[in-house]
T-cell receptor
Framework: EAGVTQFPSHSVIEKGQTVTLRCDPI?????LYWYRRVMGKEIKFLLH????????ESGMPNNRFLAERTGGTYSTLKVQPAELEDSGVYFC????????????FGPGTRLTVT | KNQVEQSPQSLIILEGKNCTLQ??????????LRWYKQDTGRGPVSLTI?????NTKSNGRYTATLDADTKQSSLHITASQLSDSASYIC??????????????FGTGTLLAVQP
């Protein structure tokens, strides 16, 4: 079974540009999560999809961030326009069910905004 | 103040030795508490998941304990190996409202195992 994959692994962009991160969950996992770790801080929750619906987006920092999961398969996280404080590592995770079920994490996308 | 605090921040031990990592949390009520291992440049990997009613869970050389009364958890690593060098993260899942699937992370303990 293939794990969670994320693309790209690294992205360096200038302030004001747009970046789109992609996450492919484990096949059959209806639940998809986005998390972010900024330098020196803990990993923080951004949002949770159940299939194509946003179940919880309470962690999204502002309206410059847009997450989509069309068709309930892969997900994209777009940052537009990017700011310096958006730099960090963005992780995606997926799980078959919710609650105490394991969330499987991807390797992350390291975003650097200069 | 973070809702999940870990200590120590970093730890160096010799190969073959045991160690214990600590986690204190304020998340209440909570659904479950997890320990993750994160290697450099990789995503976190689950080691143990405990519900509020469980007080110990083992996974090979890793044993997690939970005291829900004092809101403390520990991760004990037995007979450490060089491959245990990583960040160990305590994670709590709340049990209120619609937040049952949100994970709240600690900042982690960075463990270095030396030969």
């Amino acid at each position: 079974e293939a794990g969670v994959t994320q693309f790209p692994s690294h992205s360096v962009i200038e302030k004001g540009q747009t970046v789109t991160l992609r996450c492919d969950p484990i096949s059959g996992h209806d639940n998809l999560y986005w998390y972010r770790r900024v330098m020196g801080k803990e990993i923080k929750f951004l949002l949770h999809f159940v299939k194509e619906s946003k179940q919880d987006e309470s962690g999204m920092p502002n309206n410059r961030f847009l997450a989509e999961r069309t068709g309930g398969t892969y997900s994209t996280l777009k940052v537009q326009p990017a700011e310096l404080e958006d730099s960090g590592v963005y992780f995606c995770a997926s799980s078959r069910q919710t609650g105490r079920y394991e969330q499987y994490f991807g390797p992350g996308t390291r975003l650097t905004v200069t | 103040k973070n809702q999940v605090e870990q200590s120590p921040q970093s730890l160096i031990i010799l190969e073959g030795k045991n160690c214990t990592l600590q986690c204190n949390y304020t998340v209440s009520p909570f659904s479950n508490l997890r320990w993750y291992k994160q290697d450099t440049g990789r995503g976190p990997v689950s080691l143990t998941i405990m519900t509020f009613s469980e007080n110990t869970k083992s996974n090979g050389r890793y044993t997690a304990t939970l005291d829900a009364d004092t809101k403390q958890s520990s991760l004990h690593i037995t007979a450490s190996q060089l491959s245990d060098s990583a960040s160990y993260i305590c994670v709590v899942s709340p049990a209120y409202g619609g937040a049952t699937n949100k994970l709240i992370f600690g900042t982690g303990t960075l463990l270095a195992v030396q030969p």
